[in-house]
């Protein structure tokens, strides 16, 4: 008996990480086709299609139901307002052509120690961190990469509609084949350990009566 639910564990932690991968991979799909195949007033929006992977793999982890989604969703947006407002702001008061070397570590060292400082009270989520940083990383480099040729506005607004889409995937991700919602996710955990409690039941009830 103990072998038979020992199986039956495996196979249901098996299928809750292909559900995961299945759901991952699914969600870079969306963004890969949305990259590729979407009119041309939303391409040029997205230019950092390699951070829209990197968001939708961060928001869905082991056990992710649309609840999960949608609270990263909260929390990207969150990441974004605290980096792109400042961002656009320091471009614009700089100028991209002016960015050096130094310069250019400077700005992302200060916006990183921000990011990443206890403030007290801070209801800042790792998750968030993680994407902020990612996006601090790149509106700087790349406009330094870029120089004069950046534009202070639609440069980072670029950073945050890819961000936007790997977001947006993780909830149409979570929704498809079947919603996958905590209640279901409830329901069915209770299912399954109610069949196991009822087995261990006749299990020791066959000991006693042998």
């Known amino acids: 008996m103990k072998k038979v639910l020992a199986v039956k564990r495996m196979r ?15 969600a870079c799909t969306v963004v890969g086709c949305v990259s590729l195949y979407a009119p041309p007033s939303i391409t040029t929006l997205i230019s950092f299609p390699a951070f829209s992977y990197v968001t939708a793999i961060l928001i869905i982890t082991n056990h992710a139901t649309f609840g999960h989604a949608l609270r990263g969703c909260c929390l990207a947006l969150y990441a974004t307002l605290h980096t792109i407002g400042p961002a656009i702001f320091t471009l614009w008061l700089l100028g991209p052509g002016r960015l050096s070397k130094v310069g250019t570590a400077v700005a992302v060292a200060l916006a990183a120690f921000v990011v990443v400082l206890p403030w007290p009270h801070s209801a800042a989520h790792l998750l968030a961190k993680r994407l902020a940083l ?77």
């Open 12 to 26: 249901g932690l098996w299928r809750e990480g292909l559900s995961s991968a299945f759901r991952t991979a699914l």
């Open 134 to 210: 990612g996006q601090i990383v790149l509106v700087y480099v790349v406009a330094y990469d870029n120089g004069v040729h950046t534009d202070p506005l639609m440069h980072p607004l670029r950073l945050a509609a890819s961000t936007a889409l790997g977001a947006l995937a993780c909830l149409v991700t979570l929704l498809l084949p079947y919603p996958r919602f905590a209640c279901s996710q409830v329901t069915k955990s209770f299912t399954i350990f109610s069949i196991n409690v009822f087995n261990k039941q006749q299990f020791y009830s066959l000991n006693f009566v042998w």
